[in-house]
């Protein structure tokens, strides 16, 4: 069975109850092929991260409800032989998603123009400079709006129009979790142990310190990478490059990533366009 149809054959299990005939070819495959264990608990995460951000753009900001209680039914229903991969990657979820608070990497707005919103625990209101974003807030861009975060170590983060970004924190490590739209960002070089992470629905960006352009929409995740470098992770196709400065990154809806030399005299609209509207 090639790597596809293996692919096609685990997400049709994760979508149909348990006691179904695709159960017991799921079981077969686990049993012959070790890697297939891995993988189902990959594509079970990738499909509880797909309902997050799902939550983000619809407003439900109450802590992730929707697709952690996916997860633990994820979990509860594998089979045997993917238990340990499930586990570590259950970690890496709550690791990433169930962060501690802390002031001290948490954002302030420097400037704000047009229809800017932001929401937290089920409280909403317009976005005005000098307000810090805690941890589990989202905001919101409307039409020709944009917004400019700073952190506390002058790492900046300027939000474009029609974006939406949720601020999270993990023990004084700065995360952004952007759900659709664009956002450019120059990063501070961050404290060993505690990368700065940018994660959007297929990708996760590590980063030290750098100068990037982040941008989500149906045709994929750009990183368009200005200085420094960055660890980029495909969530569905579990692969990940380095990407080093004056190169970009497209992470293809199918989890596919192209890297490629940004060229001097670079169209950066151009790029923008391929991922902001699929065509």
Known sequence: MNGEARDQLLLEYLETPAGTERTAEVDRLLREDPAAGRRL?????????LDEFGEVERGLDGGFGR????LARFVRRIALPAAAAAAVLVGVFYYTFRARPSQDACPRVVRCSGDVLRSRRDVSGS???EDVL???TTVRTGPASAVALRYPDGTTV?????????VH????AKQLLLARGILDAE???QPDGLPMLFQTPRARITVLGTRLTLAEGPGGTLVDLREGTVRVTSMQAAEELALVSGHYVIVAPDGGMTKTVTPENADHDALLERVLRAR
């Open 127 to 129: 976005v005005v400079s």
């Open 41 to 49: 608990a990959e594509l079970g995460l990738q499909e509880c991260l």
């Open 169 to 172: 924190v993990e023990g004084g």
């Open 134 to 136: 805690g941890a589990g």
């Open 158 to 166: 300027d939000l474009d129009a029609q974006s939406v970004v949720q």
């Open 187 to 189: 990063i501070r070089s």
């Open 67 to 70: 697709g952690a209680a996916r």
